[in-house]
C-alpha cells in the first residue's frame, strides 16, 4: 500500500504568521502532487498543484516539492483566520487519475 | 467551467433501507469518475472508480455498489444499509488526461439510524 504521510495537528498558527505544513510519500514512482483544503462539514477544495521539483507560487500559498527525498510541504504566508482548515496532501497513485490522500493536517489561526 | 452536482445534502436512513445517491458533472466529456466516503476526523477512502459508461472498478470490498450508466452521471447504491455505512460521501471527477487532479461534489452525510 503506497502512504501518504501528513502530521495530524492541530497547527496552531499567529494571525499573520506563515504555516508550514508537510506531506512525505512513499512511491517514488509519483509523479504529481495536490494540495486540498477542507473546511469542516464540506468538500475537499483544490488550492495547489506541482508537478516538478522546486517552489511554485500562488498568492498567499507556495508549494513546494523534492522529489529525490519524497516530499512536498505547502506555506501559508500571512495566516487569517479564514485559513483554519484541514489540509490535505493527495499523490498520483497508479493510472486512470486516481489519488491517494493523506489524512490531513488541521490548522487553526488564532487572532 | 466544469461543475459537478450531488445529492442529496444530507440523509438519513434506517439500518436495512436501500441507499441510492447520484452525482452528474457538466462542462466536461469522458471525465473519470470516483466515489469516496470519509468517517468522522478521517480521510478519504475510494470506494469506486470508472473510466467510462459501465465501467466500473471497486477498491473495497463493502455493501455498496456503483454505476455509470451516462458518461456524466455516477451512481452509488445499496440494497441494504449498515449502521457502518454511515459517512461522508464526496464525488469527483477528473480529466482523462495524466496527472489530473480531482475535483469534488459537495458531497452527501449520511446517517444511518
Known amino acids: 500500500q503506497k502512504e501518504v504521510e501528513q502530521n495530524s495537528g492541530p497547527l496552531s498558527v499567529p494571525e499573520g504568521a506563515i504555516a508550514s505544513l508537510n506531506c512525505t510519500y512513499s512511491d517514488r514512482g509519483s509523479q504529481s502532487f495536490f494540495w486540498y483544503r477542507q473546511y469542516s462539514g464540506k468538500s475537499p477544495e483544490l488550492i495547489m498543484s506541482i508537478y516538478s521539483n522546486g517552489d511554485k507560487e500562488d498568492g498567499r500559498f507556495t508549494a513546494q516539492l523534492n522529489k529525490a527525498s519524497q516530499y512536498v510541504s505547502l506555506l501559508i504566508r500571512d495566516s487569517q483566520p479564514s485559513d483554519s482548515a484541514t489540509y490535505l496532501c493527495?499523490?498520483?497513485?497508479?493510472?486512470?487519475?486516481?489519488?491517494?490522500f493523506g489524512a490531513g493536517t488541521q490548522v487553526v489561526v488564532t487572532p | 467551467s466544469q461543475t459537478i452536482h450531488q445529492w442529496p445534502a444530507t440523509l438519513v436512513q434506517p439500518v436495512g433501507s436501500p441507499l441510492s445517491l447520484e452525482c452528474t458533472v457538466e462542462g466536461t466529456s469522458n471525465p473519470n469518475l470516483y466515489w469516496y466516503r470519509q468517517a468522522a476526523g478521517r480521510g478519504l477512502q475510494l470506494l469506486f472508480y470508472?473510466?467510462?459508461?459501465?465501467?466500473i472498478s471497486s477498491e473495497v470490498p463493502q455493501n455498496l455498489s456503483a454505476s455509470r450508466p451516462q458518461d456524466r452521471q455516477f451512481i452509488l447504491s445499496s440494497k441494504k444499509l449498515l449502521l457502518s455505512d454511515s459517512g461522508f460521501y464526496l464525488c469527483a471527477w477528473s480529466d482523462r488526461a495524466s496527472n489530473q487532479p480531482q475535483h469534488f461534489g459537495d458531497g452527501t452525510r449520511l446517517s444511518i439510524l
Open positions: 493527495a499523490v498520483n497513485r497508479g493510472s486512470w487519475g486516481k489519488l491517494q
Open positions: 470508472s473510466v467510462g459508461i459501465g465501467q
